[in-house]
C-alpha cells in the first residue's frame, strides 16, 4: 500500500460547497453595510437624553425639590410641574410644585435642542 497515493483524495482543506456558502454569505453581508450607508439609514436613529436627578418630596407632599446629580449627555435640564425650572450644572436644584395632573416631569435637553422626558414623579 502506498502511502501518497491513500492520501491524495483529502489534500482539499475546503470544500466546495462551503466556498460557496461563504461567499454568499460576505457578499448578503457587504450589499447591508453598503445600503446602509448610501441610504443614510443611519442618520435617522435618535439619541436619548440620560442624566441623573434626586428628587426628595417636601413635607407637605405638594412640592418636590429635584436636584441634578449627573448630566449625562444632556446640555441642561428642564423640570416642569406647577412652575418650571432649568438646571444647567450638576448639583443644582429646584423646588417645584406639583401640576393639576399631580405630576413633575423632569426633562433633559440634548445639546441640538431634542427633548426627552427623563423621569415622571407622581403625587
Known amino acids: 500500500m502506498n502511502l501518497k497515493t491513500a492520501f491524495q483524495d483529502s489534500e482539499r482543506a475546503v470544500s466546495p460547497v462551503i466556498g460557496v456558502i461563504l461567499m454568499v454569505a460576505i457578499t448578503v453581508i457587504l450589499a447591508a ?6 441610504l443614510g439609514l443611519g442618520d435617522q436613529i435618535g439619541q436619548n437624553a440620560n442624566a441623573g ?16 446629580v449627573d448630566k449625562g449627555n444632556t ?5 416642569s410641574g406647577s412652575s418650571d425650572a432649568t438646571l444647567t450644572d450638576v448639583g443644582d ?3 417645584v410644585g406639583f401640576d393639576t395632573n399631580g405630576r413633575i416631569q423632569v426633562i433633559g435637553v440634548l445639546p441640538d435642542g431634542t427633548e ?3 423621569r415622571t414623579i407622581e403625587q
Open 93 to 95: 436644584s429646584a423646588d
Open 75 to 79: 446640555a441642561n435640564v428642564t423640570v
Open 33 to 38: 453595510v453598503i445600503g446602509t450607508f448610501v
Open 53 to 68: 436627578v434626586s428628587v426628595t418630596e417636601n413635607a407637605s407632599n405638594s412640592s418636590a425639590v429635584v436636584t441634578l
Open 116 to 118: 426627552t422626558v427623563i
